[in-house]
């Protein structure tokens, strides 16, 4: 049977896929210099491509919570690390 015609399903959404389907016993407790805010969050800021502090500045709080694993603690801690740092939180 001739398989549907429609839009291609892009890499992203595949890597997205693929990132979820994993355990977080397989990701790293700890990213670069980011302080330890639980697998899944990790996990989340990964998938971005969010390595540094510097980086989770320039998101903001409101791009950090809406993405699925990073919850009010994560920002929290994220947010200290920043402040101890001397980087600002972007709006």
């Given at each position: 049977?001739?398989?549907?015609?429609?839009?291609?399903?892009?890499?992203?959404?595949?890597?997205?896929?693929?990132?979820?389907?994993?355990?977080?016993?397989?990701?790293?407790?700890?990213?670069?210099?980011?302080?330890?805010?639980?697998?899944?969050?990790?996990?989340?800021?990964?998938?971005?491509?969010?390595?540094?502090?510097?980086?989770?500045?320039?998101?903001?709080?409101?791009a950090l919570l809406a993405?699925?694993?990073?919850?009010?603690?994560?920002?929290?801690?994220?947010?200290?690390?920043?402040?101890?740092?001397?980087?600002?939180?972007?709006?």
């Amino acid at each position: 049977m001739p398989r549907a015609s429609g839009p291609r399903v892009s890499r992203d959404w595949e890597r997205s896929a693929i990132m979820l389907a994993m355990s977080t016993r397989r990701l790293p407790a700890q990213i670069g210099d980011l302080p330890p805010i639980g697998r899944p969050a990790n996990g989340a800021l990964l998938e971005l491509g969010v390595t540094t502090l510097a980086q989770v500045g320039a998101m903001g709080e409101r791009a950090l919570l809406a993405r699925h694993g990073i919850g009010p603690k994560a920002v929290r801690l994220l947010r200290e690390a920043l402040e101890a740092a001397g980087i600002e939180l972007a709006a």
